[in-house]
């Protein structure tokens, strides 16, 4: 993917300068800015949401060129630290110590995932019972993972780690789609943009776990009540020998989480493997917090 479809939004903030200025104020106090949204007085204020580079606008004054492509983002040559949305890496992004590795963290710039949750969490015991109306707690401490992704030949790092859920990622989902997210048996921290596989794609079962995205066509619930499982139909074009792919949880997790018999045109974001279902491909068996609905605000990131 080269580096015009990689820059999704723009920082956008008046006098913060790459010099001088902090990074986490930019990341806090700016606006994003996509190309149709750029205009000509924002030259010299926008910035990358990785590195924080200084960005331009190509072409500056149309949404596409004049070979019809989409107008893109594009860092400027004054500076260049690594960054992944400037230069593509097959290997993904590594650290030259645990110092640096874990500053990334601090900094929001890598989350290190140890696993999704599998059950709901419970709600917190407090003194005077009523009903509990805010959103589960959906981070829990990982404790010290052991990490391969040191610079010198993919040495393993000590560093903290969360558990997660897939509605966690969704719900910041403009501020994680360019972080780095290191995920269960995989070698390299990678941005979650890149890590995101569109379920239309896909050919056949796969047993190592993935982050896969799809748009609800139809869904039912498969038995009388919520225990039962809820089969939800993707959209997808048939592809060699299967021709459907699905997605099964159970009806209650499944409402919980938003899709319903009314969800046809909703995003689904799923955490599993590929397997086989009667004539299609399906992923079955998610946990609590392995899937989850994009918000539609979001869905042009992907």
């Known amino acids: 993917m080269s580096e015009k479809n990689q820059i999704k939004f723009a920082l956008h903030l008046k006098d913060w300068s790459y010099e001088t200025g902090d990074k986490k104020l930019l990341r806090k106090k700016s606006k994003e800015i996509t190309t149709t949204e750029y205009l000509k007085e924002m030259k010299g204020s926008i910035f990358c949401p990785e590195c924080c580079v200084g960005l331009f606008k190509s072409p500056e004054d149309k949404d596409f060129d004049t070979n019809g492509r ?161 089969q939800t139909m993707l959209e997808y074009k048939q592809i060699g020998e299967y021709k459907d792919f699905c997605l099964k949880a159970t009806d209650a997790s499944s409402q919980e989480h938003g899709i319903d018999d009314d969800s046809k045109g909703k995003m689904a974001i799923m955490y599993g493997v590929v397997t086989v279902s009667g004539i299609g491909l399906c992923i079955e068996n998610v946990g609590w917090g392995e899937f989850a609905v994009l918000s539609k605000k979001y869905e042009d990131l992907l």
């Open 70 to 230: 989409k107008a893109f983002f594009a860092h400027t040559s004054k500076h260049s630290p690594d960054c992944g949305l400037r230069v593509k890496k097959a290997e993904g992004k590594r650290y030259d110590n645990e110092e640096l590795a874990k500053k990334a963290i601090e900094d929001e710039e890598l989350v290190v995932i140890k696993g999704f949750m599998k059950e709901k969490p419970i709600p917190p015991n407090i003194d005077e019972p009523q009903e509990y109306k805010g959103h589960p707690n959906e981070d829990k401490n990982g404790g010290i993972s052991k990490v391969p992704i040191g610079r010198h030949n993919g040495e393993n790092l000590n560093l903290p780690s969360t558990i997660t859920t897939i509605r966690g990622l969704c719900r910041n989902f403009n501020k994680n789609i360019h972080k780095y997210f290191y995920l269960p048996g995989r070698n390299n921290a990678v941005h979650l943009q890149d890590l995101l596989v569109d379920i239309r794609a896909v050919k056949d079962v796969d047993d190592v776990p993935k982050l896969y995205f799809g748009r609800v066509t139809r869904s039912w619930n498969c038995g009388p009540t919520p225990q039962n499982i809820r």
